[in-house]
């Protein structure tokens, strides 16, 4: 019923920036908080960042903290990351989902509280 569909990765040196973008399928966007995971080889999958959709409340991972930027615009059912002084350890394929779980503040870092998920994007950062 849902779908949810990355664009936007690609190749970059480090030190750079990109933008990747997350369009969502179905009228309720604005009702669920939005997430942007990355999983690298041989990693398991990692919480990168999440705005409720208001974008009131956004968290971070500590390790993008300061060179990330979440947004959204609801009108388009479009979730972006902005990712700015981009490192090697950056690289990775990057997956936009929808949170669907309780208590936000306290689950919003856990992967298995959201329930849709994108084809992911690939986010490649050279040295």
């Known amino acids: 019923q849902v779908q949810l569909v990355e664009s936007g990765g690609g190749l970059v040196q480090a030190g750079g920036s990109l933008r990747l973008s997350c369009a969502a399928s179905?009228?309720?966007?604005?009702?669920?908080?939005m997430g942007w995971f990355r999983q690298a080889p041989g990693k398991e999958r990692e919480f990168v960042a999440v705005?409720?959709?208001?974008?009131?409340?956004?968290y971070y991972a500590d390790s993008v903290k300061g060179r990330f930027t979440i947004s959204r615009d609801n009108a388009k059912n479009t979730v972006y990351l902005q990712m700015n002084s981009l490192k090697p350890e950056d690289t990775a394929v990057y997956y936009c989902?929808?949170?669907?779980?309780?208590?936000?503040?306290?689950?919003?870092?856990?992967?298995?509280?959201?329930?849709?998920w994108g084809q992911g994007t690939q986010v490649t950062v050279s040295s």
């Open positions: 179905g009228r309720s966007f604005s009702s669920y908080a």
């Open positions: 989902a929808r949170y669907r779980g309780w208590n936000y503040s306290r689950t919003y870092p856990d992967q298995n509280e959201y329930d849709y």
């Open positions: 705005s409720t959709w208001s974008a009131s409340s956004a």
